[in-house]
T-cell receptor, first 117, second 114 residues
Framework: AQKITQTQPGMFVQEKEAVTLDCTYDTSDPSYGLFWYKQPSSGEMIFLIYQGSYDQQNATEGRYSLNFQKARKSANLVISASQLGDSAMYFCAMREGLSGGSYIPTFGRGTSLIVHP | DAGITQSPRHKVTETGTPVTLRCHQTENHRYMYWYRQDPGHGLRLIHYSYGVKDTDKGEVSDGYSVSRSKTEDFLLTLESATSSQTSVYFC?????????????FGSGTQLSVL
């Protein structure tokens, strides 16, 4: 079973609108972390946002927010006021294992976001 | 940001030849990772290291070996490259600062096995 599931292979959004990219995860570890990364066509991996499993509030970083619903095991990325430069692949990832001693991040398959003018 | 460099950036090789990719970090981070990225698969973990001489297998470790003789260097070796190992390879390190964690990635290595 996949530990990270991103069900949207591709998404389209109009410039200046908000968009939500879905991510669900599966773990039995009580201590875990969730990440979102952006990969533009240049290929670099850009860190966007992090949420720890014990964090009570949803993480926010500028136009990015992580909608963390622990009971549903979902960690959706919300991008507000989309810009043309937001067109990229987006990856959700989960880090398990601090309680077990290892620290292993697992990635989803990604969602391709295209922002239309 | 953590200083992490990968070399080479591009490599073309022939089936059956050995290939070594290097990941170098400048900030003494404990955990280092090698991932491969293929269309439709996202990033899949090959091997990781949690200290000098301490390594373990990831999801797609067959055909790959690693070594970490110094904290700053993590080497990935394809003992006998196959066409199925054509991919983009990323090295990453993990960093914790307060309540935030990050993975920092190298620029990637485009490997083509002909």
């Amino acid at each position: 079973a996949q530990k990270i599931t991103q069900t949207q292979p591709g998404m389209f959004v109009q410039e200046k609108e908000a968009v939500t990219l879905d991510c669900t995860y599966d773990t039995s570890d009580p201590s875990y972390g969730l990440f979102w990364y952006k990969q533009p066509s240049s290929g670099e991996m850009i860190f966007l946002i992090y949420q720890g499993s014990y964090d009570q509030q949803n993480a926010t970083e500028g136009r990015y927010s992580l909608n963390f619903q622990k009971a549903r095991k979902s960690a959706n990325l919300v991008i507000s006021a989309s810009q043309l430069g937001d067109s990229a692949m987006y990856f959700c990832a989960m880090r398990e294992g601090l309680s077990g001693g290892s620290y292993i991040p697992t990635f989803g398959r990604g969602t391709s976001l295209i922002v239309h003018p | 940001d953590a200083g992490i460099t990968q070399s080479p950036r591009h490599k073309v090789t022939e089936t059956g030849t050995p290939v070594t990719l290097r990941c170098h970090q400048t900030e003494n981070h404990r955990y280092m990772y090698w991932y491969r990225q293929d269309p439709g698969h996202g990033l899949r973990l090959i091997h990781y290291s949690y200290g000098v001489k301490d390594t373990d297998k990831g999801e797609v470790s067959d055909g790959y070996s690693v070594s970490r003789s110094k904290t700053e260097d993590f080497l990935l070796t394809l003992e006998s490259a196959t066409s199925s190992q054509t991919s983009v390879y990323f090295c990453a390190i993990s960093e914790s600062a307060g309540s935030t964690e990050k993975l920092f990635f190298g620029s990637g290595t485009q490997l083509s096995v002909l």
